[in-house]
């Protein structure tokens, strides 16, 4: 079973070095804001701190942490939050569980300075860029650092990958007659009304990358988006597109038989709409793969620093690693962690099978295509 690698992580040199020199300037603590004060606030390791038994009594002492946009059936994030709750005491104030990567950065960067900023970041790489050009990423490396790749995390610890998956399309087997099992196929004149997407492709990473996908599987390249816009505008006037974000609700009342989304949320699913009656397939297109890991930083605002940078340690722990291999995602560790034997492997061997070497795009094509999107898409699907 072929399981995506991350994408590399190209740094922006000119921005990062011009970041980097201007926090020095200011007098080494440059990602800090003056709002927050602290330790916890300037810490890059848990060593900083004196080691994880100190980072976890100041985190505790803090009592709180501020999340958003983490859908509870999104890569198993409800049973990843009750889990950190239960096993440290602290409240997790998860806002907005609906919300996109768009808003997610939106509220970081409104809120500095506030009680209800958001403590640390779940986002596309496209959207994480932008966070680091906003500086709003405080580096910080996790536990068992030098064991991550090189290709998983930015050098200065400002971000890295953390779980992933394979664009899919979950299809209402009772609903349509023959579920398509390629990009092309969704062309066909018996998917009218049936085709859907979780979110706006210029604010969701899920509609992002399905786009790319499509992109890929119509002559496209990491270069070259406009193809798939072009097929998201057969699809719409065909009339097989459907203008509905696709979610579980909208899948159990037949307005989103069909839906373009991730495996691991495909998948997650199926058990939550087989009980309502829905026969929910799931089917990795051959025509158009498109992998791509989500990225966990943490807000330079947070106000509650300590508590932030615990939740990464608690992510990218064995513990954590396996909660999201558990929600059918590819946990970033998750070679290393098969090769030490810490890996779940019952929760491994539920993966779906992918033939092919996955290929990734530079955090540029990334950043060319989102702007792309974003001027391509109204005109679209209208």
């Known amino acids: 079973m072929k399981r995506p690698r991350p994408a590399p992580v190209r740094r922006a040199l000119a921005v990062g070095i011009a970041v980097l020199a201007a926090a020095t300037a200011a007098g080494g603590c440059g990602y800090a804001p003056a709002a927050v004060t602290g330790k916890a606030a300037t810490a890059r390791s848990a060593a900083d ?33 009750k889990t950190f709750e239960r096993k440290y005491g602290i409240e997790v104030n998860n806002e907005n569980p609906g919300g996109t990567s768009q808003l997610a950065l939106g509220a970081a960067d409104k809120r500095r300075g506030q009680d209800r900023a958001v403590d640390a970041l779940d986002l596309g790489t496209a959207f994480m860029r932008n966070a680091q050009g906003k500086r709003l990423l405080a580096p910080y490396k996790v536990t068992g650092w030098s064991g991550i790749p090189r290709a998983q995390k930015q050098a200065d610890g400002s971000y890295l990958n953390n779980y992933g998956g394979y664009i899919s399309i979950g299809c209402d087997a009772k609903a349509v ?46 270069d070259d988006v406009r193809p798939g816009l072009e097929f998201f505008k057969k699809l719409k006037q065909r009339g097989n597109f459907v203008p509905v974000e696709s979610s579980p609700a909208t899948i159990r009342k037949g307005e989103t038989p069909i839906s373009l989304d991730w495996d691991y949320l495909n998948l997650g699913y199926r058990k939550e709409l087989t009980a309502k009656g829905v026969d929910w397939q ?95 898409w109204g005109k679209a699907v209208g």
């Open 49 to 81: 701190l004196g080691g994880m038994d100190a980072l976890v009594k100041a985190a505790k002492k803090e009592g709180r942490l501020n999340v958003y946009a983490l859908a509870p059936d999104w890569a198993n994030y409800g049973e990843m939050i």
């Open 177 to 222: 007659k023959k579920c398509p099992r390629t990009l092309a196929e969704l062309l066909r004149p018996e998917y009218r009304n049936k085709v859907a997407l979780n979110g706006n492709p210029a604010e969701s990473s899920s509609a992002f990358s399905a786009l790319f996908a499509a992109a890929l599987a119509n002559g496209g390249s990491f």
């Open 282 to 376: 799931v089917t990795v297109p051959s025509d158009g793969q498109y992998s791509q890991y989500y990225n966990q930083g943490v807000n330079a605002y947070a106000p509650h620093p300590a508590a932030a940078r615990l939740w990464l340690e608690f992510l990218y722990s064995p513990q954590g690693q396996n909660i999201w291999l558990r929600g059918y995602s590819r946990p970033a560790l998750l070679d290393r962690m098969e090769k030490d034997g810490t890996a779940d492997k019952k929760a491994a061997a539920r993966l779906p099978e992918v033939h092919g070497t996955p290929r990734f795009p530079t955090p540029e094509q990334e950043d060319a295509a989102k702007v792309a999107i974003n001027e391509g």
